[in-house]
T-cell receptor, first 116, second 109 residues
Framework: DTGVSQNPRHKITKRGQNVTFRCDPI?????LYWYRQTLGQGPEFLTY????????KSRLLSDRFSAERPKGSFSTLEIQRTEQGDSAMYLC??????????????FGDGTRLSIL | GQNIDQPTEMTATEGAIVQINCTYQ??????LFWYQQHAGEAPTFLSY????GLEEKGRFSSFLSRSKGYSYLLLKELQMKDSASYLC??????????FGTGTRLLVSP
């Protein structure tokens, strides 16, 4: 299966700790997205990469959040000094460049973050 | 602002037809997507509409009216495995999708 892969699937940590998640997109996809989803809600956009360039970041994303995609392949999302409100499912998606109508975003199964 | 509305929950019977509506008011529009999401799993792509009209894909069809800011997803010959959340999402033109809260569909025997 060559879908989007995210690790870990579940992360439990104490408030104030730092956490890092990894996303491996579908290999030929040059666009990569991070979303956050809480229970009963749809995914909420966080940030977007085209190759290694981070082209957009949500205004909702505080300075405690940082994402990288150093070689234009896998990406990491780090949350520093975690807070209770950070508890959510963090979803990664990838897509091909080109006419967006032909290039839907393909999602990974997500990393569920639980803050104690 | 961005506003996408869907019913929270719907129920239907196996073998029936169900229509899930979505209305949107967004700052930009570059197409509307429907995704299916089973509990604890990734959203999976179902359909895309950028022009007015109906797109059909097997048991699933999606309709768009841009002038009305309205779309629906039609599911025919419902099966138990169709029990899931259905997410309406608008591409606002900046390479990001704005999602509705999703409609949870429960299919009963």
């Amino acid at each position: 299966d060559t879908g989007v892969s995210q690790n870990p699937r579940h992360k439990i940590t104490k408030r104030g700790q730092n956490v890092t998640f990894r996303c491996d997109p579908i290999s030929e996809h040059n666009r990569l997205y991070w979303y956050r989803q809480t229970l009963g809600q749809g995914p909420e956009f966080l940030t977007y990469f085209q190759n290694e360039a981070q082209l957009e970041k949500s205004r909702l994303l505080s300075d405690r959040f940082s994402a990288e995609r150093p070689k234009g392949s896998f990406s990491t999302l780090e949350i520093q000094r975690t807070e209770q409100g950070d508890s959510a499912m963090y979803l990664c998606a990838s897509s091909l460049e080109g006419d967006f109508s032909n290039q839907p975003q393909h999602f990974g199964d997500g990393t569920r973050l639980s803050i104690l | 602002g961005q506003n996408i509305d869907q019913p929270t929950e719907m129920t239907a019977t196996e073998g029936a037809i169900v229509q899930i509506n979505c209305t949107y008011q967004t700052s930009g529009f570059n197409g509307l997507f429907w995704y299916q999401q089973h509990a604890g799993e990734a959203p999976t792509f179902l359909s895309y509409n950028v022009l007015d009209g109906l797109e059909e894909k097997g048991r699933f069809s999606s309709f768009l009216s841009r002038s009305k800011g309205y779309s629906y997803l039609l599911l025919k010959e419902l099966q138990m495995k169709d029990s899931a959340s259905y997410l309406c999402a608008v591409n606002t033109g900046f390479q990001k999708l704005v999602f509705g809260t999703g409609t949870r569909l429960l299919v009963s025997p």
